[in-house]
DNA sequence: TAAATATGCACAAACGATTGTACAATTCAA
DNA sequence: TTGAATTGTACAATCGTTTGTGCATATTTA
């Protein structure tokens, strides 16, 4: 990188001084009276110099990065990158810069960057953590750094998370088939111990205890395509199936597909799918996939005006959010009854 | 945030000097013969105090900021969230870490965060351009920033890129069609200018030449799925349709996907398609569709040797990597010959 | 015309970390 | 016992900005 210019080349060449200067490319001529010649000088030396201001010696001094970080388990997850998209689009419109960074799922690189994060300042913190550990997340929160859980939250914490209804859309889900007349679901869940995983988890056994139904299972142990791979290649090799399988993400759906395919099971002739999160291509699929949606633009959106509220005012009002799912109707799902 | 720990307190705390600190916290305390038993106890302190040094500071003085950025179009596309995905995880091999920046397939925001990357001294860059300049990414690189585009790069250019050899695929893609049967083909593109899409064209159009056709079209101006959507949409308002779609990236076929559901027209039986990039739903799609796919993991490793090698020295080689794309023959391409 | 006010700008310290060098204290050799 | 060598640490400058304050010079007022 040739040597880049700064304030101080500005200042040699303008014959004024660094003072001069960064007031005016701060826009603080008018305060401190800058001659409007001066001024002009200025602009155009600093735009013919190409000169950017150095964001670590800015934010060094002023102890303002207006930046926002955003940790995610996985970009390779359309469910995340969406949200990522969404936010990293939000956050432009608040005047603020998005770091996103890939967990990969994995604690101990959420911490580093967690780490880096603090490192670089940023201002806020939206985080969809791993799930497995909350100790550094509520660390910094307690330290003071204003922050947002978004999707993935802790229950038994007081920081802010906005999410969705899990326990109800997983209820719905498991409603919506025994309503068709499943009595023999499984589940494939996500990360065990996960609040969103635990939460559907639990919705979906109430509604088979609601109604009576006491065959049902729950397996897997990751929001992967290979769990929902690996979990349903095992299923069938059962002699006896369950009639509907309800997947608890859609990445772990894409791999229950897989499996379904290879193993010639027609949806919804032979079993039923529904699955929780939506996305366009369950629509194309060759049987459209009835889908519990979670409302990720407006998660996004109050996140962000929650976190950038907290910014703003010395005082933190911690707000938890849930949202409600909405089941998108479509063909995976056979009427059994009688 | 609660005032940070810095190395002074420590250097309180410990009753040392800042300097002994910094160099037992640095690893430096046997080239500068620092007691055991005060590294000890620096130590200790900075863990109980939880300290983390300031990036900023760090940074400032050294000018290295251990950071690579990467600038994507959109998120939202799974394409790119993918090669995100993918170095993120290789760039942290490489001991550094990844910025990443949605531009929103904005050029203004690609510029403006261009400018954000080189205020946070970034080392390295990799970036998918928007496509429709290259003016400030010319100039960052011939100020010395060394840089890989990905996917979209500048033909005229000497800057490194990876990309896939999008004439071929797209030659490929005309091919399959054409041995098929079909004489009569729609084209739906991205970004007019941008290069990929340009040489896609061109593939195709090539391969329509060779084979002596005259009737196919052009359509389309953005690697988007409402792109994809309105030029299905028109082109089924026409009584004459063409009997294969070639749509330039899964976003416009999804698109177009979309369309053709809604008309009932059924893939391949009343039109066939093929499209550029390849995804995991694409199997489990009511009739599996045939793409050309990318080689996404070995682009991503490739641009990351290629960036890295160009970090550690001072001169540079600009490597301009063309790789082949791939077939993925599935069910959407009916036989009408004859 | 002298005093008061306004105008335009620069000095120097500070942000937090790093580092060449200098210096005091200890140990060693003779 | 004294000078040399070794050991352990601190001083102070520096990275590029920002900013409170203060000092000239110019302008206005009476």
Chains 1, 2 share one sequence.
Not at 305 to 330: D, G
């Amino acid at each position: 990188m040739s040597a880049k210019v700064n304030i101080k080349d500005i200042a040699k060449k303008t014959g004024l001084s660094t003072t001069t200067v960064s007031r005016v490319l701060n826009g603080k001529s008018e305060k401190y009276r800058i001659a409007e010649k001066s001024k002009q000088i200025i602009e155009a030396v600093a735009l013919e110099l190409n000169y950017v201001a150095n964001h670590f010696a800015t934010s060094l001094k002023s102890g303002k990065s207006n930046t926002i970080g955003l940790i995610v388990p996985s970009l390779s997850n359309p469910f995340f990158a969406n949200i990522a998209s969404n936010i990293n689009a939000e956050v432009r419109k608040y005047g603020y810069t998005t770091i996103i960074v890939d967990s990969d799922e994995n604690v101990e690189i959420e911490k580093t960057v967690l780490q880096q994060f603090i490192a670089r300042n940023i201002e806020g913190l939206i985080i969809i953590p791993c799930g497995k550990e909350m100790e550094h997340i509520k660390n910094v929160y307690y330290q003071g750094l204003p922050l947002v859980l978004l999707d993935r939250y802790f229950e038994e914490l007081e920081i802010p998370y906005v999410s969705t209804d899990n326990f109800e859309g997983a209820y719905m889900a498991a409603n919506l088939l025994i309503n068709h007349g499943h009595k023999s679901i499984l589940c494939i869940q996500g990360i065990v111990d996960s609040t969103p995983n635990k939460l559907r988890v639990k919705g979906f056994k109430q509604a088979m205890k609601d109604a009576g139904i006491e065959n049902f299972k729950v397996v897997g142990d990751a929001f992967s395509v290979e769990n929902g791979y690996s979990e349903t290649k095992m299923l069938l090799q059962n002699k006896v199936r369950p009639t509907a399988i309800f997947t608890l993400s859609n990445t772990i759906a894409m791999g229950c597909l897989k499996a379904l395919k290879e193993e010639n099971i027609r949806i919804p002739q032979d079993i039923s799918l529904i699955t929780f999160d939506n996305h366009l291509y369950l629509d194309f699929l060759a049987t459209p996939i009835t889908s519990i949606a979670q409302p990720v633009e407006a998660i996004c959106k109050i996140a962000l005006k929650n976190l950038i509220s907290n910014l703003n005012e010395k005082e933190k009002t911690v707000k938890q959010v849930i949202l409600k799912p909405e089941i998108k109707y479509r063909e995976s799902i056979s009427n059994i009854k009688n």
